[in-house]
Nanobody, 127 residues
Framework: QVQVEESGGGSVQAGGSLTLNCTTS????????VGWFRQAPGKAREGVAC?????????YYADSVKGRATISKYNYYTTVWLQMTDLKPEDTATYYC???????????????????WGQGTQVTVSS
C-alpha cells in the first residue's frame, strides 16, 4: 500500500522560513517523480516545485517561488524536502506532496498526472 505523508507546515511571519517534508512508503522511490502542489481557499491547485526520479538532478520551480524554494530528496529515506524562505502572505495554502512513476527524468506535469497524494499540510504566513 502506497502512502505519502506531508509534515512541517505551520504559521510564520512574513519573511520567515519553513521546511516541508514528504515521506513515502510502499513504492520504489527511485522510480518516482515527486511534486509539491498548493491550494489556497477559493483557488485552483497549483504546482510549486518538483524533482525527478533517480538522483533528482531534474528540478523545477514555479515562478512564484523561484529563488525562495529549494527541493531536494534522499532516496535512502524515501523523503523529499521543500525548503521555503522569505515567505509571503500569498504563500498561505495547503501544501500537498504527490508521486508519479516516470520512465525519464522529467517531473513536470499537472496535478492530474500524479498518482499518489498526501493529505496536505497547512502553511499560514501572516504579514
Amino acid at each position: 500500500q502506497v502512502q505519502v505523508e506531508e509534515s512541517g507546515g505551520g504559521s510564520v511571519q512574513a519573511g520567515g522560513s519553513l521546511t516541508l517534508n514528504c515521506t513515502t512508503s510502499g513504492l520504489t522511490f527511485r522510480d518516482y517523480a515527486v511534486g509539491w502542489f498548493r491550494q489556497a481557499p477559493g483557488k485552483a491547485r497549483e504546482g510549486v516545485a518538483c524533482i525527478g526520479r533517480g538522483s533528482g538532478r531534474t528540478v523545477y520551480y514555479a515562478d512564484s517561488v523561484k529563488g525562495r524554494a529549494t527541493i531536494s530528496k534522499y532516496n535512502y529515506y524515501t523523503t523529499v524536502w521543500l525548503q521555503m524562505t522569505d515567505l509571503k502572505p500569498e504563500d498561505t495554502a495547503t501544501y500537498y506532496c504527490a508521486a508519479d512513476r516516470r520512465d525519464n527524468d522529467s517531473c513536470r506535469g499537472p496535478a492530474s498526472v500524479y498518482d499518489y497524494w498526501g493529505q496536505g499540510t497547512q502553511v499560514t504566513v501572516s504579514s
